[in-house]
């Protein structure tokens, strides 16, 4: 079954689920997304960062031209990453990720993170202390490029990541603005639920795309001792109550919450039960519990850049 779409402020519908391909080896993640097309995957969120835009595109062109799928039923994501927020690297960097990815343009192309870093062939440049070099750009000359994006045809949509409540603030009131962010791809699971930057976003008319929505097990930094979404207990009750995963109740529970979730799986079987979530639902209550697990711990803190004048997460939403 295919997903349903929600509509974006700029009237383009955007698949409620899709793939992350974050951490989805180049050796790997070819045949999954060809798989996940032919399961119904329509949306598929990458990023420069990935470092697998290309084997993406592979996928996505020969899907193309065995006709599974159409170019304008797939919704394409991807992320300028923090080395190109210079206005006058943006086209380059936007450039480079549609020749990868084989498109002649994206539906959605994000700035990945607020920070902007020093330009170069580094993509996290850290001192000798290991913090994070950063470039003094400001994220609203980068938006100013992002904007000629679109008018340049190369992308349908532009929007952000990991952006807080007073960044969206400081893209929203800057004079001349020609184009509103679409979306805001935040983390967002039951243990960072962002009920106050979910409601602004929505507000403005924003949308949400929910990442590392399963907790992000697989994380390079994890440590022993930190939270554990899949295996948690109260998760795993409600699923057996619908004779469901604890993968597809996360899941649904962003899904329910208007927002767009993005779980990453290389593995075909998994890639499938993440799709199976539109054949139940959650009570209003189950909704509430799941709420009430807040206790807002991040998957992807980015500690390296905390020092950033941009870091995001050091604001209350
Ligand atoms: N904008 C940003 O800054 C940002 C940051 C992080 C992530 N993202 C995006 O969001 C996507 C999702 O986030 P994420 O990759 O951090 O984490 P996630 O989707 O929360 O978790 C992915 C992990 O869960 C496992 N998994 C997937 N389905 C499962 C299932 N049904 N049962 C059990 N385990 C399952 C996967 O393992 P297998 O692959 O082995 O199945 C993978 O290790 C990323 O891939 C990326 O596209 C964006």
Redesign the pocket.
């Given at each position: 079954m295919a997903s349903p779409c929600l509509e974006l402020s700029n009237k383009m519908k955007m698949p409620v689920l899709g793939?992350?391909?974050?951490?989805?080896p180049p050796g790997k993640v070819e045949e999954v997304v060809k798989f996940a097309i032919d399961a119904g995957y329509r949306l598929f969120?990458?990023?420069y960062l990935?470092r697998n835009e290309n084997e993406i595109g592979n996928a996505i062109q020969q899907k193309i031209k065995e006709g599974a799928v159409k170019r304008q039923d797939l919704f394409i994501v991807t992320?300028l990453w923090n080395t190109f927020h210079e206005r006058s690297l943006v086209k380059e960097a936007c450039k480079k990720s549609l020749a990868a990815l084989k498109l002649d343009y994206l539906d959605l192309y994000?700035i990945?993170?607020p920070m902007g870093y020093k330009a170069g062939e580094e993509l996290s440049p850290v001192d000798d202390k290991g913090m994070i070099i950063p470039s003094d750009t400001d994220f609203l000359d980068t938006w100013e490029a992002m904007e000629e994006l679109v008018d340049a045809g190369l992308v349908k949509a532009i929007g952000i990541?990991?952006f807080n409540h007073e960044q969206i603030e400081r893209i929203l009131n800057k004079p001349g603005l020609k184009y509103k962010p679409v979306n805001n791809?935040?983390?967002c699971?039951p243990y960072l639920t962002q009920e106050k930057l979910i409601k602004y976003c929505q507000s403005k008319g924003i949308a949400v795309?929910?990442?590392?929505?399963?907790?992000?097990?697989?994380?390079p930094w994890a440590k022993p001792g930190e939270p554990m979404?899949?295996e948690d207990p109260k998760i795993k009750e409600i699923a057996a109550r619908h004779n469901k995963?604890?993968?597809?109740v996360?899941i649904r529970f962003l899904i329910q919450r208007n927002v767009i979730v993005?779980?990453?799986?290389?593995?075909p079987?998994?890639?499938e039960?993440?799709m199976k979530v539109f054949d139940f639902e959650l009570s209003k209550k189950e909704m509430d519990v799941i709420l009430s697990f807040n206790r807002n711990w991040r998957?992807?803190p980015?500690l390296q850049a905390v020092n950033h004048k941009d870091y995001p997460f050091k604001a209350d939403y």
């Open positions: 793939l992350g391909t974050w951490q989805a969120d990458c990023a990935y992320k994000l990945h993170f990541s990991n791809q935040i983390e699971h795309t929910a990442y590392s929505p399963l907790g992000s097990p697989n994380r979404l899949l995963t604890p993968a597809q996360l993005i779980p990453k799986s290389d593995k079987q998994r890639v039960e993440n998957a992807v980015v």
